[in-house]
C-alpha cells in the first residue's frame, strides 16, 4: 500500500510568525507579528547628518536616533554629496548639516542639492553656532528648510519633524 502523500503545512502570512514558548504549559502557541526588514527600512525615517565635528555629528545622532530616526553620520559635504549622488545613501528624508566645514561648506552642499534634479526634493536643515542673521537668511532663500543653532537639543527634533517627506 502507497503512503499518502504529507499535507501541505498551512500558509503563513509573512508578517507572522507562529512560535512555540518553551516556558508555556503544554507548549502553547504565540504569534508575534514581524515587519519585514524592507518595510521597517521604509517606515522609518533616514537622515543623512553632516558635520566635520565628530563631537557634534555624535549629539545630533543620539538625539535623532533617540527620537527613532536612522541616521547616517559623515564627516564632510563633499562625502555626503558623494554618497548621495552614487545612491550609495539610499531613500534619505532629510539631511542635517553644519555650515562652516573645511572644503565645501553646508552651504555650498545645499546649492548642489538643490540645483540636482535627482536630490532637489530632499530637504535641507543647516546647523550653526553662530547666529549670523544675514547668513540664516540666506540659506533659506536658497531653499534650506529650517537653520537650527548649535548646539542641537532634542527640543529642536520635533521641528525637524515637520520638515522631513
Not at 499535507?7 to 509573512?14: D, F, M, N, Q
Not at 526634493?121 to 529650517?146: F, K
Request: glycine residues 4%.
Amino acid at each position: 500500500m502507497a503512503a499518502a502523500a504529507p499535507s501541505p503545512a498551512p500558509a503563513l502570512s509573512p508578517k507572522v510568525v507562529v512560535a512555540t514558548s518553551p516556558k508555556a504549559a503544554g507548549d502553547r502557541k504565540v504569534v508575534v507579528p514581524v515587519v519585514p526588514a524592507d518595510e521597517a527600512a521604509q517606515s522609518e525615517m533616514h537622515v543623512l547628518a553632516v558635520d566635520d565635528s565628530s563631537v557634534d555629528r555624535a549629539v545630533i545622532a543620539k538625539i535623532l536616533r533617540s527620537s527613532k530616526y536612522r541616521v547616517t553620520t559623515v564627516e564632510s559635504a563633499t562625502r555626503a554629496l558623494e554618497l548621495l549622488c552614487l545612491g550609495l545613501v539610499p531613500n534619505v528624508n532629510m539631511i542635517i548639516t553644519d555650515y562652516w566645514m573645511p572644503g565645501m561648506t553646508g552651504y555650498e552642499l545645499l546649492k548642489r542639492v538643490k540645483e540636482s534634479s535627482q536630490l532637489k526634493e530632499i530637504p535641507v536643515v543647516i546647523m550653526s553656532s553662530e547666529n549670523v542673521p544675514n547668513r540664516i537668511n540666506r540659506c533659506l532663500e536658497e531653499g534650506a528648510e529650517d537653520f537650527l543653532l548649535k548646539p542641537v537639543r532634542p527640543s529642536d527634533v520635533s521641528r525637524l519633524c515637520s520638515r522631513i517627506r
